[in-house]
């Protein structure tokens, strides 16, 4: 089964957003402390427009710590470190995706990769990346989460908590980077390791105290080998649903996990049209949308979703706390899109917040 979910993720890539204008609305009263994003590849387009109408309802102003897996991580990273959903639309749209696919000798240089470092491309050229646009901000390329962390406590208004995802197959299970856990760990090798899409970019190492092992392991030496977050915790909405992280006075028992449902995470979700209704009932999703299975590329699209939504299983009530984004029938793999296209995203996922906000109860 996990290999199955392997080849679906080969798929996905870095996160592309658009910019597009959006209609002038009043502040509404911050109701959320955490935000979490999926994981959707190019589908995250609509991402751009969803954060602007966040930011423009007056959202992410209340935000202190935000989540994400794989191109949820990007997005998640570039808040964390202070840029508005305005200059994530114009860093990431200004980012041509070729320049993530690097590695010498593309052909026989990638099939030596994928046999001996389990990816195609290294992945090197995006944390490089990466640590250039945590220096914009920060003047620090090799910001650790936990400098991010004092950055955040000095500077609350400007900075955030930065918690990503990975899966971790040497352990078998899912593993989150945040200043709690493995606070000297670069923000860019957080999020190297949630996009590690597997079998596309190489796999990220980890020696046993979870530092990032650079070129050939030394003989003998422990290695966890770790990859994209997607394919175990693709949708992490959950991150936050520890007691710690509620306000005080919040009401709820631990469940057997130790978790405890926390009202004031939101998430960011990409969905099909037809999913969505089923999504937003008072209930909360009872089954999947049936797919019309045409061609190649619906076979692959029912057998991702069938897969992946089994393999991240959410409870009834986390769709009270979910946007809903229509992505609109794109798939999730790296491709070029057309501005008109971007336009189309960017407009859904503004449209899917206010949906929400429409159903949620009035603030006073």
Do not use: C
Not at 19 to 26: C, F, I, M, S, V
Not at 288 to 313: K, R, S, W
Not at 334 to 351: A, E, F, N, P, Y
Request: aromatic share 8%; glycine share 10%.
């Amino acid at each position: 089964m996990l290999l199955r979910i392997v080849l679906l993720r080969f798929s996905l890539g870095f996160l592309l957003f658009a910019g597009a204008g959006a209609a002038t609305a009043q502040p509404a009263t911050p109701r959320y402390r955490n935000l979490v994003m999926e994981g959707g590849g190019i589908r995250g387009i609509a991402y751009g427009g969803a954060l602007q109408e966040l930011e423009q309802q007056g959202v992410l102003r209340g935000i202190e710590r935000v989540g994400g897996t794989s191109a949820g991580a990007i997005q998640a990273a570039l808040l964390a470190v202070g840029y508005s959903a305005s200059e994530i639309i114009a860093v990431v749209n200004a980012t041509p995706v070729q320049r993530l696919n690097d590695g010498r000798f593309i052909f026989f240089g990638g099939s030596h990769r994928l046999v001996k470092q389990y990816g195609w491309y290294r992945g090197d050229q995006f944390a490089t990346y990466m640590s250039e646009l945590v220096a914009r901000k920060t003047q620090q390329p090799n910001l650790t989460l936990g400098e991010l962390h004092a950055l955040a406590q000095q500077q609350p208004t400007r900075f955030r908590d930065l918690y990503t995802t990975g899966t971790n197959l040497t352990t078998q299970r899912v593993q989150v980077f945040s200043y709690e856990t493995t606070p000297t760990m670069r923000v860019a090798d957080a999020v190297r390791i949630s996009m590690s899409i597997p079998l596309y970019f190489r796999a990220v190492l980890l020696d046993a105290q979870n530092n990032v092992i650079t070129g050939t392991p030394a003989p003998g030496q422990p290695v966890q080998v770790l990859v994209d977050g997607g394919l175990l915790a693709n949708y992490p909405i959950d991150l936050f649903d520890k007691p710690r992280y509620l306000a005080a006075g919040s009401p709820g028992t631990p469940d057997v996990r130790g978790n405890v449902f926390n009202p004031e995470t939101l998430g960011l979700r990409l969905d099909r049209a037809e999913q969505i209704p089923l999504d937003t009932v008072v209930t909360g999703r009872r089954q999947l949308a049936p797919y019309d299975i045409q061609d190649f590329n619906t076979y692959m699209g029912a057998l991702y979703t069938v897969a992946l939504e089994n393999l991240n299983p959410m409870q009834p009530e986390d769709w009270k706390r979910t946007v809903s984004i229509n992505f609109l029938g794109f798939s999730p793999k790296i491709k070029r899109v057309t501005d008109t296209q971007k336009k189309l995203l960017m407009d859904s996922g503004r449209q899917g917040v206010q949906a929400f906000l429409a159903r949620q109860p009035i603030q006073k």
